[in-house]
Nanobody, 122 residues
């Protein structure tokens, strides 16, 4: 069982930066694949980025070059560094984890956090 807690969200002006954290319980979290998803008001949840247990990463096109996913295995934490934020990045951001799979579909992941709000003002 893995429990995930996101933090780091907030209100930022367009062009600014935030770093989201996804902290996990469980000694084996370093062996999990982790994804970040977001859901804006009135829209469906969408994939943002993912990282495997070995460090391979993937991004949706709209955040490439602006967002960076990383993990600190010693701290059981996955980060999402978000730079050059735009108003369209406004959403609740969720991290999710799975032991054996990774990808862009939310159904791939077994464990989810409660989300953290990111609001970008223009």
């Amino acid at each position: 069982q893995v429990q995930l807690v996101e933090s780091g969200g907030g209100l930022v002006q367009a062009g600014g930066s935030l770093r989201l954290s996804c902290a996990a319980s469980g000694r084996t979290f370093s062996t999990y694949n982790v994804g970040w998803f977001r859901q804006a008001p009135g829209k469906e949840r969408e994939f943002v980025s993912a990282i495997t247990w070995s460090g391979a990463s993937s991004y949706t096109d709209s955040v490439k070059g602006r967002f960076t996913i990383s993990r600190d295995k010693a701290k059981n934490t996955v980060y999402l560094q978000m730079n050059s934020l735009k108003s369209e990045d406004t959403a609740i951001y969720y991290c999710a984890a799975d032991k054996t799979q990774w990808g862009t579909l939310g159904t791939t992941y077994d464990y989810w956090g409660q989300g953290t709000q990111v609001t970008v003002s223009s």
